[in-house]
C-alpha cells in the first residue's frame, strides 16, 4: 500500500477509537447517573495499558470489531438498559487496542516505512476527528449512528491487517533489561494521571448534569481540548514548572462563570497546558536519554493514575454528589503546581 494510504488508514481506525469510545461515555451517562459507574468506564478502557497482553495485530483487529458491533448492539436496545454491555463493550475495545496498537505502528514505520512523526500526526488527526464526530453525529443519530460511523472507520485498516506476516510477533532481541524498563512507572506521571484521570471521568455527567448540555457539547468540548494539546507542540511553548497546573485551575474556575461556546474554548488552552506539563515530565525523566522510551514510560505511569483517578473521584462523587467534586479538583491541580515539579528528579 502506499505511504499515504497507510498513514490515512492509521489515522482513520485512530478515529474510530475515539469516536467509540466518546460515544460510551455519554451513552453510560445516559443510563445511569451514578458518578462511580461512569468513573469505571474510563478505568476500564485504561487497564489493559497496565496488563502484559502479547502483540497480536490480527487478534486485536478482530477485537476491536466485535467490541464495536457489541457497542452498536448496545445503541440499539438490543441489551436493554443494563450498564454491562457498555463497560464490557469498552474493556473489549481497549483490550483489542492494546494487541494491535503498538506492534501495528512498529509495522507501519518499518516495513510501511511510514516516518514516526507521521503516525504521531495521524494519530493526533485521528483523535481530533473522532471527538468533532462524536459532536456532530449526535443529533443526526445519537449513539447507532456513531457507533455504526466508528465501525466504519476501523475498515479501511482491515486490508493491512489482513496483508501483514511478522506483525504478530514481540520484538526481536528485546532484552529482560529492556522488558524491565519499559514496564517500569514514574511516580509523577502516576499522580499527573491521577489528576487528569479524576477530572475527565466525570466530565460527560458534568457536561449532562451541571451545564445542562448534550452530547454535541461533550464532543466540542473533546475537540477543544484535542486542539490545544496540538498546538502545544506546533508553538513550542515553554512555561515554568508550576505555571501549567496554576492555569488549569484558573480554567476551570472560568468554566463556572462562563457559559455556551465561551466555556467550550477554554479547554483550548486547557488541553494546551496538560500537553507542555506532560512534555516537561517526559523530558524531565532522562534529559539524555531517549525521549520515546521517556514518553512510553509517561503514558504508563499516567495509566496507572489516570485508572485510580477514575475510580477515586468517582467514588468521592458518589459520597458528596457532582458539585463537590470540583472544588476537590480544584485543589488538586493547586497542589499538582506545588509538588510535582518537586518531586521529579531526573534519572541517572
Known amino acids: ?59 486485536g483487529y478482530v477485537v476491536q470489531l466485535l467490541s464495536l458491533l457489541l457497542l452498536l448492539a448496545v445503541a440499539a436496545g438490543l441489551l436493554g ?47 481530533l476527528a473522532g471527538n468533532l464526530l462524536t459532536a456532530l453525529l449526535f443529533p443526526l443519530g445519537k449513539a447507532l449512528l456513531q457507533l455504526g460511523s466508528a465501525v466504519v472507520l476501523l475498515l479501511p485498516l482491515a ?45 460527560p455527567l458534568w457536561v449532562r448534569q451541571e451545564a445542562a448540555g448534550n452530547c454535541f457539547d461533550f464532543g466540542l468540548v473533546l475537540t477543544a481540548y484535542g486542539l490545544g494539546r496540538t498546538g502545544a507542540e506546533a508553538w513550542g511553548l515553554r512555561l515554568p514548572p508550576r505555571l501549567p497546573y496554576l492555569l488549569m485551575a484558573a480554567v476551570l474556575v472560568a468554566t463556572q462563570f462562563i457559559d455556551g461556546w465561551g466555556a467550550v474554548l477554554l479547554f483550548v488552552p486547557f488541553g494546551l497546558l496538560a500537553a507542555l506539563a506532560d512534555a516537561r515530565l517526559a523530558v524531565g525523566m532522562d534529559p539524555a536519554g531517549d525521549l520515546q522510551r521517556n514518553w512510553n514510560r509517561l503514558e504508563r505511569s499516567s495509566a496507572l493514575g489516570g485508572l485510580l483517578g477514575s475510580l477515586g473521584m468517582g467514588l468521592i462523587a458518589q459520597v458528596i454528589g457532582l458539585a463537590g467534586s470540583l472544588p476537590i479538583q480544584l485543589l488538586a491541580f493547586l497542589g499538582a503546581g506545588a509538588l510535582l515539579p518537586l518531586l521529579q528528579r531526573p534519572r541517572r
Open 159 to 203: 486490508p493491512l491487517v489482513g496483508a501483514l506476516q511478522a506483525g504478530d510477533h514481540p520484538r526481536p532481541g528485546s532484552s529482560a533489561e529492556q522488558s524491565k524498563e519499559d514496564l517500569g512507572l514514574e511516580p509523577v506521571g502516576v499522580l499527573q494521571g491521577l489528576l487528569f484521570g479524576g477530572l475527565f471521568a466525570l466530565l
Open 1 to 59: 500500500m502506499h505511504r499515504r494510504l497507510l498513514t490515512l488508514a492509521w489515522s482513520s481506525s485512530q478515529a474510530g477509537g475515539t469516536l467509540a469510545i466518546g460515544a460510551t461515555a455519554w451513552l453510560l451517562s445516559g443510563l445511569t447517573p451514578s458518578p462511580l459507574v461512569n468513573g469505571v468506564l474510563p478505568a476500564l478502557a485504561t487497564l489493559p495499558l497496565l496488563l502484559p497482553l502479547p502483540q497480536r495485530i490480527r487478534l
Open 81 to 127: 438498559r443494563s450498564v454491562l454491555g457498555p463497560l464490557l463493550g469498552i474493556a473489549l475495545l481497549a483490550i483489542g487496542l492494546r494487541l494491535a496498537q503498538e506492534p501495528l505502528q512498529r509495522q507501519l514505520h518499518g516495513f510501511g516505512a511510514v516516518p514516526i512523526g507521521e503516525l504521531r500526526a495521524g494519530a493526533e488527526a485521528g483523535r
